[in-house]
């Protein structure tokens, strides 16, 4: 790493990282290509070798790894949380209100075209696309974002992609309870939140009841988001602690990699990489506020991409005899990537954005605010 930094200003906005968030998501996309040739959500069996999946030749390490960029998504957001909250003064109806008005109602509106095309599926067809536990339980499990945190959930159901961000749910709780120990104590507060969130995960308690120890697993990974953040705030005008800091992750991605440690490899790249957007970030500032739109589509692409999947499976149901040799033609991959990609700014440009204004219109409003 040879870049000055000393004479930069430091970021108010992190688009380039934010933007990681959405080719994060597209690397989810590509690893959900094998739902194509599913028969039947149980028919799991049937799933050929990533190896005869279109361009694997080029794409095989996503198909068959890509689901860990969800692990970088969580790491993410405790990069960007901690920039947007280590100032900032908050009350817990103000954070949980624009958490709310950020993530339920593409939550809810997926969740029912999902409800609609499972329906039709079951009746018409005879069987579930892609996730079963499509019953009552599960869809409240769902209304309420508690499809994975809680123990109450016998597996995905509905949208399943959905269960990350239901667990994130539980690391923003404990986020924001911890902030002010944060904000006071910085690194010394995040590293030990780290480690107990993670040894909850691995002990797995038998005193918390109802809860998924998954959840303290994501909030492990969010809170070492939280601690590159506080690195790159304290030394992001010293070059050589910069430097530090990246080959320290560097070597410990390889070693990690090396030895088989999943949960230190996947910290140690995903430092690698937000610390590789948060220079960027840092050298050009607002000469890449473009970027700023590819960020806020990542949402939308992660939930949106399954629904359009199901959809293309009922057709195949309904119409060609449920035959999934589409599945092996060079067209249906980049035809799935640019519509889940042209889907995703169209919902969040005509959707995600005003609703999720209202909301917060609305919620501002109310006098539970102060």
């Given at each position: 790493m040879d870049i000055e930094t000393k004479n930069f200003v430091f970021p108010?906005?992190?688009n380039c990282v934010d933007s990681i968030?959405?080719?994060?998501?597209?690397?989810?996309?590509?690893?959900h290509y094998h739902h194509f040739y599913l028969s039947d959500f149980s028919a799991r069996d049937e799933i050929p070798s990533s190896q005869?999946?279109?361009y694997s030749e080029l794409l095989r390490p996503l198909y068959d790894f890509g689901g860990n960029a969800v692990q970088l998504f969580w790491v993410i957001s405790g990069f960007v949380f901690m920039h947007v909250y280590a100032q900032r003064p908050t009350s817990p109806y103000q954070f949980f209100a624009a958490r709310f008005a950020r993530l339920y109602p593409l939550h809810f509106a997926t969740l029912i075209f999902v409800l609609l095309l499972q329906t039709i599926s079951i009746n018409y067809v005879g069987h579930w696309q892609i996730y079963g536990n499509n019953d009552t339980r599960h869809f409240l499990l769902q209304l309420f974002m508690a499809s994975n945190w809680s123990t109450l959930s016998r597996g995905l159901s509905f949208n399943g992609p959905i269960w990350s961000v239901s667990l994130e749910i539980g690391a923003?709780?404990?986020?924001?309870l911890s902030l002010g120990v944060l904000r006071k104590f910085g690194v010394l507060a995040a590293v030990p939140l780290a480690a107990a969130c993670w040894a909850i995960s691995i002990v797995s308690p038998s005193f918390?009841?109802?809860?998924?120890?998954?959840?303290?697993?994501?909030?492990?990974?969010?809170?070492?988001?939280?601690i590159l953040y506080m690195l790159f705030q304290k030394f992001y005008s010293c070059t050589a602690h910069l430097s530090a800091i990246y080959s320290l992750s560097l070597l410990a991605s390889g070693i990690s990699v090396l030895v088989g440690?999943?949960?230190?490899?996947?910290?140690?790249?995903?430092?690698?990489i937000l610390l590789t957007a948060a220079l960027v970030d840092l050298r050009y500032g607002n000469k890449i506020a473009k970027l700023k739109s590819v960020g806020n589509v990542s949402y939308s692409l992660y939930l949106v991409h399954v629904p359009l999947q199901m959809c293309v499976l009922l057709v195949a149901d309904l119409f060609f005899e449920?035959?999934?040799?589409?599945?092996?033609?060079?067209?249906?991959?980049p035809i799935y990537l640019i519509s889940s990609v042209l889907v995703s700014f169209f919902v969040y440009r005509f959707y995600e954005l005003p609703v999720g204004r209202l909301y917060r219109n609305a919620f501002n409003r109310n006098p539970l605010r102060v």
């Open positions: 108010q906005y992190f968030r959405t080719i994060a998501a597209l690397v989810v996309v590509i690893s005869s999946f279109p923003y709780v404990m986020f924001f918390i009841p109802l809860v998924r120890m998954s959840v303290f697993e994501c909030a492990g990974y969010f809170y070492s988001g939280i440690d999943q949960r230190a490899s996947t910290v140690s790249i995903s430092w690698c449920g035959n999934r040799g589409f599945a092996q033609s060079p067209f249906l991959l």
